[in-house]
């Protein structure tokens, strides 16, 4: 099965810009999305298709993905973007889900 | 408005059963394909279930396999998944999410907590 690796933790200042990636054989052949989740509430997607933002996503959110690495990109971090960070695909020949294991984002 | 909401979870002992349930409103529940994703206390998002928009097609991760079914109700906007066998290792927070057609989960509900101890 498809396997999908983040980092567990990245440490970032206000203001700065946040990387967060996802490592996948040949990831970059396919559809990366991405979803933030803070304490004690549901998943939301804020990134999907690689780089595109869904309606009300701010477009500090942006991310980009190519050869064995998609990547999640926060401009200006805000407290409030503190959270853990998931990315995911589909598997189209398995017809299954695939989430990394996250990245806990903390905003010092 | 999309809403999604989840009920069913409780707390069960093992080999025990359990029936959620997803009430969808605020779209076309019968155009979109769902998926069931759960989450263990302190754990990452694990996918579980799909059924497409039709439910002529269901698939399943592998720790479910045989133990679990998803299914949808068409009239009343209902998504399912029955839960049989069950094992401490499916206590989690499962959440019901809807499958956007960039094949993301594009809108989640809140989630509904099983525990089986």
């Known amino acids: 099965s498809y396997v999908l690796t983040q980092s567990p933790s990245l440490s970032v200042a206000p203001g700065e810009t946040a990387r967060i990636t996802c490592g996948g054989n040949n990831i970059g052949r396919r559809s990366v999305h991405w979803y933030q989740q803070k304490a004690g509430q549901a998943p939301l997607l804020v990134v999907n298709d690689d780089s595109d933002r869904p309606s009300g996503i701010p477009e500090r959110f942006s991310g980009s993905n190519s050869g064995n690495t998609a990547t999640l990109i926060i401009s200006g971090v805000e407290a409030g973007d503190e959270a853990d960070y998931y990315c995911q695909v589909w598997d189209s020949g398995t017809n299954s889900g695939v989430f990394g294991g996250g990245t806990k984002v903390t905003v010092l | 408005e999309v809403q999604l909401v989840e009920s069913g979870g409780a707390s069960v002992q093992p080999g025990g059963s359990l029936r959620l349930s997803c009430s969808a409103s605020?779209?076309?529940?019968?155009?979109?394909?769902m998926n069931w994703v759960r989450q263990a206390p302190g754990k990452g998002l694990e996918w579980i279930a799909y059924?497409?928009?039709?439910?002529?097609?269901?698939s399943y991760a592998d720790s479910v396999k045989g133990r679990v079914t998803i299914s949808r109700d068409k009239v009343d906007d209902f998504l399912f998944l029955q839960m049989n066998n069950l094992g401490v290792e499916d206590t989690a927070v499962y959440f019901c999410a809807s499958h956007g057609f960039n094949y993301d989960f594009d809108y989640w509900g809140q989630g509904t907590l099983v525990t089986v101890s």
């Open positions: 059924i497409s928009s039709t439910g002529s097609t269901v």
């Open positions: 605020g779209f076309s529940f019968n155009r979109y394909a």
